[in-house]
């Protein structure tokens, strides 16, 4: 497929307990519900818009997995995939295996940063799965200075989790953070404007990164450091 990179995510051999999911009711595909036929019908444009668009579907598996046809094939594929015995010599092979970079998502601790690490990783992704795996979970802007610091630039580390604007990207670069990814705002760009919505999700983003260094003094993200941020009380 031409893919450079191999993302390993470490923190979804098993299925966590979704509560906002089960109360929202959440499934696959999405079941006809009272409260969700009263929120669709307060929404008649956006439902007329929908309707007018072709059907929706994972393209990165529908077609190459034999079996997949719909959602309900594809949340039960889905499920079969989760692997509780995945180890890090799993990883290790993985590494082995693939001629491209590894980069392994899901590290929450110092000493996992190590054994990611120690595997092969070329970099790593501080993330807590949006707190959706573990709802007691530290965040991972909390995680991330300590694994920064353990990794000491061998591999380039980036934060996902909590990202909504611009300036949530730059607390995330001042405490040290490569780079960060963004998932919930690019949803909801696109489920309100489909690519136009994601497109100005970007460009909000964008702008109040600029905003927000311009302020603190900073003219290129080569210049963001924890000097940005207030000290810790106490």
């Known amino acids: 497929a031409g893919c450079s990179a191999l993302v390993i995510t470490v923190d979804l051999q098993i299925m966590g307990q979704r509560h906002r999911d089960v109360k929202n009711g959440l499934s696959a595909p999405p079941k006809p519900t009272v409260a969700n036929l009263v929120n669709l019908a307060t929404k008649p444009g956006w439902c007329l818009k929908m309707l007018g668009t072709r059907r929706r579907y994972f393209g990165n598996v529908v077609g190459h997995v034999d079996g997949i046809e719909d959602m309900s094939s594809l949340a039960q594929w889905t499920a079969g995939q989760f692997d509780p015995t995945l180890s890090w010599d799993d990883v ?6 693939w001629d491209g970079k590894v980069i392994i998502k899901g590290v929450m601790d110092a000493e996992d940063a190590a054994k990611a690490m120690d595997v092969g990783a070329d970099a790593i992704i501080v993330s807590n799965h949006g707190g959706r795996q573990l709802d007691g979970a530290p965040s991972s802007i909390a995680a991330l200075p300590q694994i920064v610091d353990m990794v000491g630039g061998r591999c380039e580390v980036w934060m996902d989790g909590g990202i909504r604007s611009g300036q949530d990207v730059l607390r995330a670069l001042a405490l040290g953070a490569d780079g960060t990814m963004i ?3 690019f949803l909801y760009g696109l489920a309100a404007g489909g ?6 999700v970007l460009q909000i983003i964008q702008k109040e990164l600029d905003l927000t260094m311009a302020f603190c003094g900073r003219r290129a993200l080569g210049e963001v450091d924890s000097d940005i941020l207030l000290p810790k009380s106490g």
């Open 92 to 97: 290790r092979e993985l590494r082995r295996l």
């Open 183 to 185: 998932g919930r705002a």
């Open 195 to 200: 690519k136009t919505g994601v497109q100005q």
